[in-house]
């Protein structure tokens, strides 16, 4: 079946240090790729998206490509901040042809960036 | 504002007692979801609901029951069947056109079983 995997965290960072949180996917047809975050004690809020290959989905200074020949979709940001540190997740959704519209999450990444 | 709003934000409840957790949206939505959060286990589809008077088991369904009877709001009740009920939980929509893909958050509402 379909199935997102993402890095384990926790990730720790400095405040200003490049951020990667790597996402690769296992689904048949062509998926929608998401980043939501979610902050302490809160619900989801997307980040970014992309809908089809070579797709770049972008946000507050995060980045994601989506890339079908190595079936990835990782996150990227060039200078974190403290405000950044959150919980990250990766996510799929395929076209079934269908009504439904189910997302498949990671486990989540948690981001810790220190001052 | 228009939002997803789930209540309350946490709650207690004693084993073996049902408990029933809202979720309202004035986003005029056609599809709602369910999602359980545990720690280290990102979320699991619980229940979704297409359109009104509808709605499909999700991947974890065991132990939990939903209706649809207005299209605003699609609560969630927990039985005293759930063997784990503790937890953090989601409630979600999104627009009916097929094509939209994302989904929309509430704040979620966190669940002590006693």
């Known amino acids: 079946g379909d199935s997102v995997t993402q890095m384990e965290g926790p990730v720790t960072l400095s405040e200003e240090a490049f951020l990667t949180i790597n996402c690769t996917y296992t689904?048949?047809?062509?998926?929608?790729l998401f980043w939501y975050v979610q902050y302490p004690g809160e619900g989801l809020q997307l980040l970014l998206k992309a809908t089809k290959a070579d797709d770049k989905g972008s946000n507050k200074g995060f980045e994601a490509t989506y890339r079908k020949e190595t079936t990835s979709f990782h996150l990227e940001k060039g200078s974190v901040q403290v405000s950044d540190s959150a919980v990250y997740f990766c996510a799929l959704k395929t076209w079934t042809g269908g009504a439904t519209n189910k997302l498949i999450f990671g486990t989540g990444t948690l981001l810790a960036v220190q001052p | 504002d228009g939002g997803i709003t789930q209540s309350p934000k946490y709650l207690f409840r004693k084993e073996g007692q049902n408990v029933t957790l809202s979720c309202e949206q004035n986003?005029?939505?056609?599809?709602m979801y369910w999602y359980r959060q545990d720690p280290g286990q990102g979320l699991r589809l619980i229940y979704y609901?297409?359109?009104?008077?509808?709605?499909q088991k999700g991947d974890i369904a065991e132990g939990y029951s939903v209706s649809r009877e207005k299209k605003e709001s699609f609560p969630l009740t927990v039985t005293s069947a759930q063997k784990n009920p503790t937890a953090f939980y989601l409630c979600a929509s999104r627009p009916g056109t097929l094509l939209y893909n994302e989904q929309f958050f509430g704040p979620g509402t966190r669940l002590t079983v006693l």
């Open positions: 609901s297409q359109i009104v008077n509808d709605f």
């Open positions: 689904a048949t047809g062509y998926p929608s």
């Open positions: 986003l005029n939505h056609d599809a």
